[in-house]
């Protein structure tokens, strides 16, 4: 049996649900988790027989996860500056692992997150906390019909989770210009001018964008899919939608059986959108924010055409063009390129702030890169109402 894990929790400008899917003998590690799941798949129990049998099983059973996002209430730190083993200078804001210093590293692959609150000629100082503090967060356990990848611990879902809350100053944290270059600094127009009529992601990770887009669709709205292709992955069942697409290379768009409308445009270039306030209900871009040059003024382009109350979705996993992705994001753990997203939202205004994840699934057999890689490619999404 495959059994979903979910991270429910808030952060101070967010809603956020972290999941993994496991197979149930990954529960045998902590009784606790073997006690709440053994709940989802027996009957209630009453004294009454007929009820008894009558009773459904739960459909999710919940646990305080307050146990398992440690340590908290731990005083900053203070440590020099040679404590830092990294050769680049730490920056505050980011999150580094606890291996990077020499006096909180407890193993030599202790990948603990600690978060740096300063730096610079007036010392080191870390934050070495659970990256997530709110006392509330709930461990919710489902039966899932989703293939886990073998030997996925579950554990692994209090790996990143927290790192998605952005910090203070997070534009200069993350969007000065050194962040923002790149390795390849040509014209995007050279780099994109071949058509590439490939999928960028496996197909388990594509199936659960779509089923994520078509959470928030409805017939008869207009999309925006910034940053386009010759797949848009949004639902076949959707409904009738006007889709608009933007994106680098004419030959990709004119493929892309979803589009009513297509606009060939760098926006590294003109970071303007060809259309008027307030003309789409949603707006989705897919495992493309890295490449932008500009993303903060993008993100209050998008704001402008959607109209008021519609929603933006970006979603990316841990594949990218290396050359053409800006250099912060290659610096990133996971988790903290949703806090980077997340800074984009509010620098833009938006209001109503989530992040999603979902990691753990089995890449599909006939997936090219099976020998290289056992798990999907994870999920990471933000999205936000304008």
């Known amino acids: 049996m495959s059994i979903q894990a979910k991270l429910v929790w808030r952060s101070p400008v967010a809603q956020h649900v972290d999941r993994i899917v496991v197979r149930e003998a990954a529960l045998h590690a902590d009784g606790r988790w073997m006690s709440a799941v053994k709940t989802l798949t027996e009957k209630s129990s009453s004294a009454d027989a007929l009820a008894q049998a009558q009773a459904p099983a739960p459909a999710e059973v919940s646990l305080l996860a307050a146990p398992w996002c440690q340590p908290v209430a731990l005083p900053d730190i203070t440590l020099n500056d040679s404590d830092f083993r990294l050769r680049t200078a730490p920056i505050a804001g980011r999150f580094y692992p606890r291996m990077a210093f020499a006096s909180l590293a407890q193993s030599a692959r202790d990948l603990r997150p600690v978060r740096v609150l300063q730096s610079g000629e007036a010392g080191l100082r870390v934050d070495p906390n659970h990256p997530i503090s709110d006392p509330a967060a709930q461990l919710v356990f489902s039966v ?71 959470r928030f669709l409805q017939p008869g709205m207009r999309v925006l899919d910034l940053m386009s292709s010759w797949e848009s992955h949004l639902p076949e069942d959707s409904g009738e939608l006007f889709v608009a697409g933007l994106g680098m290379n004419e030959a990709e768009l004119a493929a892309n059986p979803r589009l009513n409308e297509v606009v060939v445009k760098d926006i590294n270039q003109r970071t303007g959108l060809p259309w008027g306030e307030a003309q789409f209900d949603r707006v989705i871009c897919t495992a493309s924010v890295e490449y932008l040059l500009q993303p903060a003024v993008v993100m209050r382009e998008i704001r402008r055409v959607l109209r008021p109350g519609g929603i933006c979705l970006i979603t990316f996993s841990d594949r990218w063009f290396p050359t053409k992705a800006i250099h912060v994001w290659t610096e990133l753990h996971p988790f903290e390129r949703q806090a980077l997203v997340l800074s984009l939202f509010q620098l833009a205004g938006f209001t109503d702030l989530h992040t999603e994840s979902l990691r753990g699934l089995v890449r599909p057999d006939d997936d090219k890169y099976i020998d290289q890689r056992a798990s999907a490619d994870p999920l990471f999404a933000v999205w936000g109402t304008a």
């Open 144 to 214: 899932s019909q989703l293939e886990p990848t073998p030997g996925i611990r579950l554990a692994e879902l209090f790996d990143g989770p927290g790192l998605q809350v952005p910090p203070a100053h997070a534009e200069k944290v993350y969007f000065d210009l050194p962040q923002l270059a790149r390795s390849d600094e040509t014209v995007d127009a050279e780099f994109y001018a071949q058509p590439r009529f490939v999928s960028h992601l496996d197909a388990a990770c594509r199936a659960q964008i779509q089923s994520l887009y078509g």
